[in-house]
């Protein structure tokens, strides 16, 4: 067995056409998918404070914006709604007239080849912010699936690609592949979200989805950070129950989950770079203490070595013209 000094693992480092013909892990654009949130009303176009570079559009004013991510490559968006009205059972999640479900037929009828995937859960269309309805005081899970499983079927029926359950509720993979089976909708997949962390680096998309929780915290629903067995069961679970995709949020504090996950399962997998981790890229680079492009391809490279096909960020508008 040959060792240094004839072995030199620098010889293919040397210049840069030789590092990008041994590279191992690349990220195209065709890999990532933009979050965007559409506010009901009109004519609005809202920065995300914590968020520089996020907005939220109303549905009208949708096609400009779909149209420039289509231009740039990106082949998919996942919709979050932020309705007028909130109530109790979060109505607005599953009106036919919604504002993702008008989202949903603007989008299609300016840029059909647009993957459209919705976000299913209920926190932006409850009063209270959580992810299902309360029956004293604690987030009941059967009969939220009722309720997720008719947010699905709307979505479809208004034309979503996919839909992705991101509640983490027990059994809503299953509840919704039989409710969308029985409307005629067994070509639609599902992304489920499912090893999702209750995490803090979902802090700023709260601020852009208004769904911060009013009382307690998600933490009897979504996972405890320290688990990883217990992510192979939820992934084991969706899959099980009919997911097409399944997802791990979020990406970076959880790269070894990415990577057990890949090991274990052999549909394709996501990862959700979350509005936290982008933020604090951002918060960093406007203070001139980073260098946004290099971190950024740096991120997104991580996460597809990691394991993951298919990533989420909110950076896919940049990182589509550095790609
Ligand atoms: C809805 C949902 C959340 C995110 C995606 N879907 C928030 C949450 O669970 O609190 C977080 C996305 C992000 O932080 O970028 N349940």
Redesign the pocket.
């Given at each position: 067995m040959a060792g240094f000094p004839e072995l030199r693992l620098r010889r293919l480092r040397r210049t840069g056409a030789l590092r990008n013909m041994f590279r191992e892990t690349r990220v195209d654009v065709k890999d990532l998918i933009y979050?965007l949130f559409v506010v009901e009303g009109s004519n609005l176009k809202q920065e995300v404070a914590s968020m520089p570079g996020v907005f939220r559009y109303s549905p009208d004013l949708l096609p400009g914006e779909v149209e420039e991510i289509a231009g740039l490559g990106i082949p998919a968006v996942l919709l979050?709604g932020i309705p007028e009205h909130k109530d109790e059972v979060g109505s607005g999640a599953y009106d036919p007239e919604g504002v993702v479900q008008q989202a949903i037929r603007t989008i299609k009828s300016t840029v059909a080849e647009l993957v459209v995937l919705t976000?299913v859960?209920l926190?932006e269309y409850t009063d209270h912010g959580h992810?299902g309805v309360i029956t004293g005081g604690y987030v009941d899970n059967d009969r939220t699936l009722e309720l997720l499983a008719q947010t699905a079927v709307s979505h479809a029926g208004a034309g979503a690609d996919m839909v992705c359950p991101?509640?983490m509720m027990d059994g809503r993979v299953g509840a919704i592949r039989e409710a969308l089976d029985k409307d005629g909708f067994q070509h639609i997949p599902i992304l489920s979200?499912a090893a999702?962390y209750a995490s803090a680096?979902?802090g700023?998309?709260?601020e852009a989805?208004d769904?911060v929780p009013q009382f307690g915290d998600?933490r009897s629903y979504?996972m405890d950070p320290p688990n990883w067995r217990e992510a192979l069961r939820e992934v084991e679970q969706d899959i099980a129950e009919g997911a097409d995709i399944v997802m791990v949020k979020p990406a970076l504090a959880y790269l070894d989950v990415v990577q057990r996950v890949r090991q274990a399962v052999s549909c394709p997998i996501a990862a959700?770079n979350?509005?936290?981790e982008y933020a604090m890229v951002k918060a960093a680079a406007q203070q001139g203490w980073i260098d946004e492009r290099e971190i950024v391809t740096e991120i997104l490279t991580a996460i597809k070595r990691a394991g993951a096909d298919l990533i989420v960020t909110y950076h896919a508008k940049g990182a589509a013209s550095w790609l």
């Open positions: 979050p979050f976000d859960c926190c992810c991101s509640d979200y999702k680096f979902y700023p998309f709260r989805a769904s998600r979504q959700y979350v509005s936290g």
